[in-house]
C-alpha cells in the first residue's frame, strides 16, 4: 500500500501549504499525487521516486515563478474605511484638532486636523490621511509638498 503512503504525504504537505502559503509545499503535495498515481499502478519505488522527483521539479521550476508572476501583478485593493484614505474632501464645517465635518465619498464625516495647530475653514479642500475609529485625519491640500 505505498500509493497510501504517498496519500498521507500528499495532505500532510497540502496542509502545510495552507498554514504556510509558499507555494512551495503544495506543489510537493501535487508531486506526492503524481507518486500516489504511479505507485497505484504498479510501479516499484525507485520509478515512485523518479515521479515524485520529476513532478516536483516541474511544479517548483516551471509553475511557481508563473504563479508568483502572477500574484505580483494583482493590485492590492483597499476596502471600508482604507479605501478613504488618500481621498480627497471637502470641509463642511471648520476644522481643527478636535472636531469638524467634511463632505467624504458623499457623506459627512467628522474630522480633526493632522496638524493640531492648524484650523482649515469651510470650503477648503482636504486630503484624508488616516481615518481613527468614526474621524478622519485631514490635512489641507495647498500646504502638502
Not at 499502478?41 to 521516486?49: A, E
Not at 485593493?77 to 469638524?100: F, I, K, M, N
Request: proline share 4%; aromatic share 6%.
Amino acid at each position: 500500500m505505498p500509493w497510501f503512503v504517498w496519500l498521507l504525504a500528499a495532505s500532510a504537505l497540502g496542509a502545510v501549504e495552507f498554514l504556510t502559503l509558499t507555494l512551495v509545499f503544495g506543489l510537493l503535495a501535487g508531486a506526492a499525487l503524481v507518486a500516489a498515481v504511479v505507485a497505484g499502478i504498479g510501479v516499484g519505488l525507485l520509478g515512485q521516486l523518479v515521479a515524485f522527483v520529476v513532478a516536483a521539479a516541474a511544479g517548483l521550476v516551471v509553475l511557481r515563478p508563473v504563479a508568483l508572476r502572477y500574484v505580483a501583478r494583482q493590485p492590492l485593493t483597499r476596502d471600508g474605511s482604507d479605501a478613504l484614505v488618500g481621498r480627497r474632501a471637502e470641509v463642511v464645517q471648520e476644522v481643527t484638532a478636535t472636531r469638524g465635518l467634511i463632505k467624504l465619498a458623499g457623506e459627512d464625516w467628522s474630522a480633526r486636523a493632522l496638524d493640531e495647530t492648524l484650523v482649515i475653514p469651510a470650503g477648503s479642500l482636504v486630503d484624508v490621511m488616516e481615518i481613527e475609529g468614526a474621524t478622519a485625519v485631514v490635512h489641507p491640500r495647498e500646504l502638502l509638498p
